[in-house]
DNA sequence: GGCGGTCTCTGCAACGTTGTAGTCTTCATG
DNA sequence: CATGAAGACTACAACGTTGCAGAGACCGCC
């Protein structure tokens, strides 16, 4: 089978401990001995077996990111900024997809592959504060990301959306517009991302003096650019008069603009567009995209500093009634499909 | 801490033994006693402990996936993919990128966090030929996914390359276009992606009679869209005419058509172009991209079959001898960037 | 020269599970 | 009624590592 300490140890003349030791960086130890230790483990291509290790320490240096759905490019590259902030602290990280489905999010979190990761980030989707419950039946160190659903229970590191919605929406007035589309509503929810980013839509207009428009408020079911596209094709049908749009996602943005070229709409002669996310793409669409940053890396960063911080004290009466909220600065990008004429 | 076996045991007053029994399906067990231990798992909410079992079985249900990075949508997609079919045979994934650094490629191979998984699926992307010594070093069950390079010491799992690029070039041959730029050449590169797109590219070309000018195979850095763009840009500074692009991936061809549009051109009209990939984007950019469809999820399936197998047979002399190589049918997908007038 | 203290190294026991090799019943069979 | 086989369960020892508690060796100091 493969290297074990015994075997490293018998080639360096040594107790299988102080291998242990030397790999340890326990500090007591003869500079001739480590080195010899240190030849043997090279020498015999030794590594580490991390199931026992973690057997013996209860860590395993693998932490859980659980997303909806890799195939969406917001979550690639939140998954990707993760991947690296994990890595300048040594974690491994293991990704759970969920996809848009309620129930398999609820197993996901339920059981996670859990006694084999030390801690949990996770990206909510479906669960509300009704959920609440759920959370509490992990007992493994968990910080929510992305979305401001939970105030009680634990950590939360999130973008400031309403703020940035507003900011969004803020920005397409100032070139004019009056009749923004508000695209990716979900009927009646509140608290997720689309719930406040149309809290800082109707914000941003409420201060401008601006009657809100119900008409153009849109529901898209899960933020893809299909999603996007049949929104907006319904919404042409209808004929309702508009200038603008904010999307509240790039994707659905995309999907919509597709739509809106095809019936020879300008952008953003026509119709101004802006989407939420800042993914790659978006700056080399036709036209380029106006979006908000949502500072994904310093959400991951944070994020995983939390959770390193949690899995530190874990074992410790750890009550959570201190659990906090991060919020992450965004940034307005003003693209070509913001362009003023 | 957390519940063990030894609670369960207790709670349901019988051994150990038999509540690993109950737990792994051992078939003498009197339905009496599997019920009152399965009520004392319940009610306790036992969960194994992954670590213990895997320092017990040498199984760990984890593979890693080695690919180069998550942002690249076909990376993204391929992901799903794979775990998907991994979650099929109830495994997880650990992703491992290794970005565009030749140097933490071979890092990355060199080091997974073996012992913790059972075997990996390796996207290649710059080892060579000559690199075969690296994976010899691995004693892990491998699987190479998506290029061609090496021949004789693993699996691999990968697209008709060539074929699929001969497909592309004959289907722009066959709208009548004849100065076909061929974007995401690598110089010198012949076994990677880059190379046997390439001589799809030639063979198609060749085989119509067409002698293959030179300057129009585009070089391209890494595949991104800001490469396409900064090629395209390169290439319209020397105005060499040209009526059509064969792209290596679709993110390249969205980077050159956005700049082929910036400089007035129609696509399809002025310049036909297809990619690689079949990319969501592929579906509601502006024109839609005509692309080839690797068969991706064919790809992911066959992987984790293959992996599978020779997971179970590790340990038993496994002479890499009999490493055989499996392609997936590529499919043309016309969209509106081909169409015909 | 004796004494406490640091250095260097070691053995043992555990982490939670499962494979092996049992033991003790039960039951059918001759 | 003895015999063998199968059924239901269990004790023990591992898997490879690390924490703990030490054992000597060596040092400086009064």
């Known amino acids: 089978m493969s290297i074990t300490m015994h075997d490293v140890a018998r080639a360096a003349g040594v107790s299988i401990k102080t291998v242990s030791n030397v790999i340890n960086d326990y500090p007591h130890i003869r500079p001739t001995t480590k080195q010899r230790v240190l030849e043997a483990i090279d020498a015999l291509g030794y590594q580490p077996n991390l199931s026992a290790r973690s057997l013996r320490s209860g860590r395993t240096g693998v932490i859980s990111l659980v997303i909806p759905e890799l195939r969406n490019a917001y979550f690639a590259e939140l998954a990707d900024s993760v991947m690296r902030a994990a890595a300048e602290h040594g974690l491994s990280v293991l990704i759970e997809q969920f996809g848009n489905d309620r129930e398999s999010e609820l197993a996901v979190l339920r059981k996670p592959r859990s006694q084999m990761v030390d801690g949990i980030l996770y990206s909510v989707l479906a669960l509300g504060e009704d959920d609440v419950g759920i959370l509490d039946e992990i007992s493994l160190p968990m910080v929510l990301l992305g979305e401001r659903i939970f105030h009680g229970p634990r950590d939360h590191v999130t973008m400031q959306n309403v703020e940035g919605a507003r900011a969004a929406t803020e920005h397409i007035l100032s070139l004019g517009r009056r009749r923004i589309v508000a695209l990716g509503a979900h009927e009646g929810e509140v608290i997720g991302s689309a719930g406040l980013r149309l809290t800082g839509y109707r914000q941003a207009l409420d201060a401008a003096g601006i009657a809100v428009d119900e008409r153009l408020i849109r529901p898209a079911g899960t933020w893809h650019r299909k ?101 992450s600065a965004y940034r307005l990008v003003a693209r070509e499909s913001t362009a003023s004429a």
Do not use: C, K, W
């Open 227 to 327: 999603d996007g596209a049949a929104a907006m094709r319904a919404f042409l049908a209808e004929s309702v008069p508009f200038d603008a749009v904010v999307a509240f996602n790039d994707t659905l943005a995309f999907g919509a603009m597709r739509v809106m070229q095809e019936a020879g709409m300008r952008i953003p002669e026509d119709v101004a567009v802006i989407g939420f996310d800042d993914i790659d793409e978006t700056r080399y669409s036709l036209p380029t995209l106006s979006t908000i940053d949502p500072g994904r890396g310093e959400i991951a960063q944070t994020a995983i500093s939390i959770l390193l911080e949690r899995i530190g004290e874990h074992g410790d009466a750890h009550d959570m009634q201190d659990a906090r909220e991060y919020l």
